[in-house]
């Protein structure tokens, strides 16, 4: 498949998903710079203690993305969303720009959580919105190819970005840059029509929606082995982002060139599967596409073990950002069928949450590993937790996995927003006379009676947990 294909292209089409996608890959380009600039700031800051620096931002990073995501994705559905995603914007250029009168490390690290708080709040909100504006499910998957592919595309033209910049301006000018390209996001954002999500049926609780999205996620069989696969994935990708570097220059004595060619590799292995992706899902299922990106990881890690030239490290690394893509790719599709549109915040949000939790264990496994025992040892460690995490999401996402389930309610009484559908078959107009339409959104306390039924299953304010 092409990658100029029309029929890939198709969602272009849409110029609210064109508006939007143009504006995150313009946010992504902007980052990378910037990931670039902070390194060479730590270097002036502490030396050769640049590398503590950063593997401490790192895990700051993670930590907003764990604490943030979720408390954000429980209260999305009450909030103008495309208000929220300009004002997130607009923070993460205001933030960036601080980097610029940094003068301690301390400040490093507070601007670092800030700014990836911010993103822990636009990421998913952005994930959910796409399946409204693409509602044709191959439409969504080519929708969700598109966007890994510009993903994949920052972290190859970002480099090279920032290595000709340099020639012209210092490191400082590229948090202006930064700051420009959350701006230009800002104003695509702003300028998009988006569709006004319906309110959700979930209590106005405050207790109850900061740990809806997560409840609900965990509570749901294919989102925990969603949550397995991904632990795979940060195992084998933790082992690419922290020890590359060391294995080319260590190990292979390699040059700083080879280094760039070895995340090359990852990230064409990955471009090049995310296209064929749709052609993938149109001959197996999602479940089994992602267990063999999984299946593939353990090996694809054996084999940079066993590499003793950059030829074998550059194969490898190809061979594993393939398999990566084969599950982060679809993940998405799999989000948006384990949940009410009405909650798709939440749920991206405790995807968001999780699968970062994941990576927050790899990086310091990774490292850590490789630091005291050696590269034989952070192979082994690593490609063991990838191959326990896929067997994990063989056993925790069912081989037999249909939408639609026999199960019964409890009586029960609660009070929400909520209109009239196959839970709420009821007149509460106290004057016969009155020719209000029940339909119409409309909230108070009611009592369900119990029932036995089917429908499509996920988990929300009426299906708290998976039936047997």
Not at 400 to 422: C, I, N, R, T, Y
Request: proline fraction near 5%; charge should be neutral; glycine fraction near 8%.
């Amino acid at each position: 498949m092409k990658l100029a294909s029309p029929d890939l292209l198709s969602p272009f089409a849409n110029d609210a998903f064109r508006r939007l996608f143009a504006a995150r890959t313009i946010a992504l380009l902007g980052s990378g710079l910037t990931t670039i600039a902070l390194s060479l700031l730590a270097f002036d800051l502490v030396g050769e203690r640049a590398g503590f620096i950063l593997g401490s931002a790192l895990a700051l990073k993670m930590i907003a993305y764990v604490t943030v995501a979720p408390v954000v994705g429980g209260f999305a559905d009450r909030l103008p969303r495309r208000t929220l995603l300009v004002a997130l914007d607009l923070a993460r250029a205001a933030l960036v720009l601080g980097f610029m009168g940094v003068s301690a490390v301390s400040e490093i690290f507070w601007l670092i959580f800030l700014l990836n708080a911010c993103s822990a709040g636009f990421t998913p909100i952005y994930q959910a919105a796409i399946p409204d504006l693409l509602r044709d499910g191959a439409e969504y998957t080519k929708g969700l190819v598109l966007s890994r592919v510009s993903y994949d595309l920052e972290g190859l033209v970002s480099p090279m970005v920032s290595t000709l910049a340099l020639l012209l301006v210092g490191y400082p000018t590229f948090f202006a840059l930064n700051a420009l390209a959350f701006v230009a996001s800002a104003l695509l954002v702003g300028t998009t029509s988006l569709p006004t999500p319906e309110r959700s049926q979930r209590p106005d609780s405050i207790r109850f929606n900061l740990g809806f999205g997560l409840r609900s996620y965990l509570a749901t069989p294919r989102l925990r082995g969603l949550l397995a696969l991904c632990t795979a994935v940060a195992m084998g990708g933790a082992m690419i982002i922290v020890n590359t570097v060391v294995i080319v220059r260590g190990e292979l004595h390699g040059s700083e060139v080879d280094v760039a060619l070895a995340f090359a590799a990852c990230g064409a292995g990955s471009l090049l599967t995310a296209i064929a992706t749709p052609w993938l899902l149109g001959r197996v299922s999602l479940r089994s596409n992602m267990l063999c990106g999984a299946a593939l990881l353990p090996f694809a890690l054996g084999t940079g073990s066993l590499a003793g030239s950059m030829t074998g490290l550059i194969a490898a690394w190809l061979l594993a950002g393939a398999a990566m893509a084969l599950v982060q790719t679809a993940a998405g599709r799999v989000i948006d069928a384990s949940c009410n549109p009405t909650d798709r915040s939440a749920f991206f949000s405790a995807h968001f949450s999780l699968s970062h939790a994941a990576w927050l264990v790899a990086y310091p496994l990774a490292g850590w590993t490789g630091a005291i025992a050696g590269m034989s040892a952070a192979f082994a460690v690593t490609a063991s937790g990838a191959v326990l995490a896929g067997v994990a999401a063989v056993r925790l996402w069912p081989r037999s996995d249909p939408e639609q389930l026999w199960h019964v309610h409890d009586e029960f009484e609660h009070s929400h927003v909520h209109g009239a559908d196959e839970h709420h078959v009821h007149d509460h107009r106290s004057d016969p006379s009155d020719s209000s339409d029940d339909s119409e959104p409309h909230s108070h306390g009611h009592r369900h009676r119990r029932v036995r039924h089917t429908h499509r299953f996920v988990i929300d304010a009426h299906h708290p947990s998976w039936p047997d």
